[in-house]
């Protein structure tokens, strides 16, 4: 009975050291000599499950959305580096590898992963009370346009249909994260333009950089004064967003799609 006690606790010890050998989270293991901890997050844009990987090694699968996830692994002796690795699990598509040391751990590995490329996170502007805080990425799928714009926030005055600058995001360049803009938050009802009384409406126009002239301008598409707005929160209520957002016309008349909202 006591051998077949022994075999047992014999058992049992090698296959916690096996278990713990590449354990998530184990915090006990982040100052043994031989050990690669890893903390991988971001944001996946995509439609795709992302498989991220260190060496054989599962760290977490990431779906659409926010993810997290820290591992720490025990690297072999005849191995100077691992290599992490992340891949679509749907299509195989390799997205990113890098490969660590042991010398980099802890190692915090961060991107933001949308329309099959890879960037870096993008920083949402802190919550500020009266404030509307905005970061943009313009994506022109249709037209292409490929030039820096300047981004307007501004009031719209149905009397008498006159648009207002607030302020603008200058030479953004598309496929690019901008830097935030801030705003006061508005009413857009009892507002008074020249002593007239109007309604109001938050907008956002896309002009060419360092102009006031639609980037759309000489092309066969057109700006509809209203109609025609970048995505925004409420004028009213403080709010901190980052949108992307892409060309999405009908007919000749452009008009934008919101893909993304943080």
């Given at each position: 009975m006591k051998t077949i006690h022994i075999f047992f606790a014999v058992l049992t010890g090698t296959f916690l050291t096996i278990l713990l050998a590449c354990n998530k989270k184990e915090q006990d293991f982040l100052y043994e000599d031989n050990m690669l901890a890893v903390n991988v997050k971001g944001y996946n844009g995509s439609d795709e499950t992302l498989s991220v990987k260190l060496d054989t090694f599962q760290v977490t699968a990431a779906s659409p959305g926010k993810f997290d996830a820290t591992k720490g692994c025990v690297i072999p002796v005849n191995k100077p580096a691992l290599q992490l690795s992340v891949t679509e699990i749907g299509t195989g598509k390799t997205?990113?590898?890098k490969t660590l040391k042991k010398e980099d751990s802890p190692a915090t590995i961060e991107f933001f992963y949308f329309n099959g490329q890879v960037s870096k996170m993008p920083e949402i502007p802190a919550f500020e009370d009266g404030k509307i805080k905005i970061s943009y990425m313009f994506t022109p799928t249709?037209?292409?346009y490929a030039e820096p714009v300047?981004?307007?926030?501004?009031?719209?005055?149905?009397t008498p249909?006159?648009?207002e600058e607030?302020?603008?995001i200058k030479n953004v360049k598309p496929n690019e994260f901008s830097p935030p803009v801030s705003i006061p938050t508005f009413s857009t009802t009892g507002q008074v333009y020249n002593g007239q009384p109007t309604a109001v409406l938050f907008l956002v126009y896309i002009y060419k950089a360092g102009t006031n002239e639609f980037y759309t301008a000489g092309s066969e598409y057109t700006w509809h004064a209203t109609s025609t707005t970048a995505p925004k929160p409420a004028a009213s209520t403080a709010s901190s967003k980052i949108y992307i957002f892409e060309e999405a016309p009908v007919g000749n008349s452009m008009r934008f799609s919101k893909k993304l909202e943080l």
């Open positions: 997205v990113m590898t249709v037209t292409k300047d981004i307007v926030l501004g009031k719209y005055y149905f249909k006159v648009f607030i302020t603008r």
